[in-house]
C-alpha cells in the first residue's frame, strides 16, 4: 500500500547493502575561455577550479548511503592523485571502502573540461577517460573476491554496478553466483555486458540496454512487453525491472505478467546524469527491506523521479523520499 512506502523507507537504517563496481572519479575542471590558440585551432581555456565527485558504482554507493543504509563499496582504487581523491569524496559520503590497491591498477577516471565566455553558461568541451586494461590481472582478480567475501558478512544484499571497468568479472561473477545460492540477495545492472549475469535476484536494464541484450525493438509499449520477457528467461532473475526515462518503468516478476509503470511527477527533469544509479540504490534498498517488487519500484520510481530534479551526479535523501511519498 502507498501509505506503508514511507514506512518502508524509515527501515532503510537498519539495511547493510555491498555495491560490488567500478569506482569511478568524476573530475571536473571548470574554466573560461576567450580566445583561439595560436599553436592549434583550439579554444584556450583558462582554469578557475576543480572537483572531484563519486561516479560509476561509487554514485551508487553513495545513493544508498544517502537513504540510511550501511555501504560498503568494493572495487579498485590505485595509488594514485585521484585515488586519494576519491577516497576523500567516500569519507564525505559516510560509505564504507573495501578497496583493491594493486599496481600497475589506477583509479578509473573520467576527467570533463567545462568553459564558457565571460557572460555565458559552461559547456563541456572534452572529456578524458583513465583507466585498465580488462581483464584484470588474475591477482587483482582474486583480491577483489577476497575483499567481496569479507564485504558481504552480514549484508542483506548485494548491488552489482558494472560499467566495464573490470571489476565484474569471472572470477566475482562467480563468487556473486556462489552468494547466490547460499541466499544472498544479488541485484545486477550492466552497461555493455548483463547477458553475462545470470541467475540473480533481479537485474535494471534500461531501454537501450534490453534492446542490446535481447535484439528486439522497444519502440513502444508492446516491444518493452516483449523485450522484458525475453530477458528474463535468458537472464533467469526472478525481477526484472526496466526503466524508461519519461516513460516511466516496466516490471517483470517470474510468472507474471509485465506491468507498466507511469513516469513519476509532471515537473521537466533538470539532468539525468546518475539517475539509473539512484533508481538501482532505491529498488535494491527496498527489496533488501523486505518490500514486494512492486513496492520496491515504486520506490525507486519516485527516486528518480526527484533525483533528475538536481544538476549534475547527485543523490536522494530518505527525507527527501519519504517526504515525496508522503
Known amino acids: 500500500m502507498a501509505h506503508d512506502l514511507p514506512r518502508l523507507v524509515a527501515s532503510f537504517t537498519s539495511r547493510k547493502v555491498v555495491v560490488l563496481g567500478d569506482l569511478v572519479a568524476d573530475h571536473y575542471i571548470y574554466g573560461q575561455t576567450d580566445r583561439v590558440s595560436r599553436e592549434a585551432p583550439v579554444l584556450v581555456v583558462r582554469h578557475e577550479s576543480s572537483e572531484v565527485t563519486l561516479g560509476g558504482a561509487a554514485n551508487a554507493a553513495a545513493n544508498a548511503r544517502a537513504l540510511g543504509a550501511e555501504v560498503v563499496a568494493v572495487g579498485v582504487v590505485g595509488r594514485d592523485e585521484m585515488g586519494a581523491q576519491l577516497r576523500t569524496a567516500f569519507g564525505r559520503h559516510d560509505v564504507q571502502l573495501a578497496a583493491v590497491e594493486l599496481p600497475p591498477l589506477v583509479t578509473e577516471t573520467k576527467t570533463r573540461i567545462l568553459a564558457g565566455g565571460l557572460n555565458t553558461s559552461r559547456q563541456q568541451m572534452l572529456r578524458l577517460d583513465r583507466g585498465n586494461p580488462v581483464p584484470f590481472p588474475p591477482a587483482a582478480a582474486q583480491a577483489l573476491v ?7 558478512a ?17 572470477a566475482t561473477r562467480a563468487a556473486l553466483a556462489r552468494f547466490r545460492k547460499q541466499g544472498v540477495r544479488v541485484v545486477v545492472d550492466s552497461r555493455y555486458d548483463l547477458g553475462a549475469l545470470t541467475g540473480f535476484s533481479a537485474a535494471k536494464p534500461n531501454e537501450p540496454e534490453l534492446a542490446l541484450l535481447t535484439g528486439l525493438p522497444v519502440d513502444d509499449d508492446r516491444g ?3 523485450a522484458a520477457l525475453a530477458a528474463q528467461r535468458r537472464l533467469d532473475v526472478d525481477v526484472l525491472l526496466v526503466t524508461r526515462g519519461r516513460r516511466g518503468m516496466a516490471l517483470l516478476q517470474r510468472g507474471g505478467a509485465v506491468e507498466l509503470l507511469a513516469a513519476h511527477g509532471t515537473r521537466a527533469p533538470v539532468d ?33 523521479a526527484l533525483v533528475v530534479l538536481k544538476p549534475g551526479t547527485a543523490t536522494v535523501s530518505a527525507a527527501e523520499l519519504q517526504a515525496e511519498l508522503g
Open 146 to 152: 577476497v575483499a567481496l567475501e569479507r564485504a558481504v
Open 154 to 170: 552480514g549484508a542483506d544484499a548485494v548491488l552489482v554496478s558494472d560499467y566495464g571497468g573490470g571489476v565484474v568479472g569471472e
Open 224 to 226: 518493452v512487453e516483449q
Open 272 to 304: 539525468v546524469t546518475g539517475a539509473g544509479d539512484t533508481v538501482m540504490a532505491a529498488f535494491t534498498l527496498a527489496l533488501a527491506a523486505g518490500a514486494t517488487p512492486r513496492q520496491a519500484a515504486e520506490v525507486a520510481n519516485v527516486a528518480g
